[in-house]
């Protein structure tokens, strides 16, 4: 198992363009979520998907989109990029809820 | 407002001795806490959890404390490694039926050899 994947690892972006990270998972996982990571704030909760065509917000989801068309993969849209983005991004996965989450390596966005 | 505090943003350990993180947290409906560890450019890991109906759990060299009345719990981690040094977060997930985790700022901890 490759377990969780996350694409790509590092990018640049300018500010107003759009983007996709990418997040996959192969254990066959219902819940599955995106955190972002900034300095002094933890991970903060941005989407959440329950489920194939089920997905719910977090506590910080403007400017960012998602949707879940398969139980693997549950891709995070950013629509219009803005310096307050950029963070670290990292995709969880787990079988249920308070089941332990896997967490993938990380997207470290940069937005100029 | 931060629902799940780690005051302690950093601490230093001697190897061999006891690290013990702390988390404080707002709400007395939180039912389920976690603790992750996640090491520079990785994504975290699961390290140990403790329900609410519970006030210790054990993994080894992790023991998880729950204190329900002071809406705190703690890690200990004995004895203290090198290898432990990482930052660890503490989480919680709310209430059953949601999956809203959220987690504190993190503490970094360092094991000096």
């Known amino acids: 198992n490759a377990g969780v994947t996350q694409t790509p690892k590092f990018q640049v972006l300018k500010t107003g363009q759009s983007m996709t990270l990418q997040c996959a998972q192969d254990?066959?996982?219902?819940?599955m979520s995106w955190y972002r990571q900034d300095p002094g704030m933890g991970l903060r909760l941005i989407h959440y998907?329950?489920?194939?065509?089920?997905?719910d917000q977090g506590e910080v989801p403007n400017g960012y989109n998602v949707s879940r068309s398969t139980t693997e993969d549950f891709p995070l849209r950013l629509l219009s990029a803005a310096p307050s983005q950029t963070s670290v991004y990292f995709c969880?996965?787990?079988?249920?809820?308070?089941?332990?989450?896997?967490f993938g390596p990380g997207t470290r966005l940069l937005v100029l | 407002d931060q629902q799940v505090k780690q005051n302690s943003p950093s601490l230093s350990v001697q190897e061999g001795r006891i690290s013990i993180l702390n988390c404080d947290y707002t709400?007395?409906?939180?039912?389920?806490f976690l603790w992750y560890k996640k090491y520079p450019a990785e994504g975290p890991t699961f390290l140990i959890s403790?329900?609410?109906?519970?006030d210790k759990n054990e993994d080894g060299r992790f023991t998880v404390f729950l204190n329900k009345s002071a809406k705190h719990l703690s890690l200990h981690i004995v004895p203290s490694q090198p290898g432990d040094s990482a930052v660890y977060f503490c989480?919680?997930?709310?209430?059953?039926?949601?999956?809203?985790?959220?987690f504190g700022t993190g503490t970094r901890l360092k094991v000096l050899a």
């Open positions: 989480a919680t997930l709310p209430t059953s039926g949601t999956y809203k985790y959220i």
């Open positions: 969880a996965s787990s079988y249920v809820q308070q089941e332990t989450q896997y």
């Open positions: 254990m066959n996982h219902e819940y």
């Open positions: 709400n007395s409906m939180f039912d389920y």
């Open positions: 998907s329950v489920g194939a065509g089920i997905t």
């Open positions: 403790i329900s609410s109906i519970k």
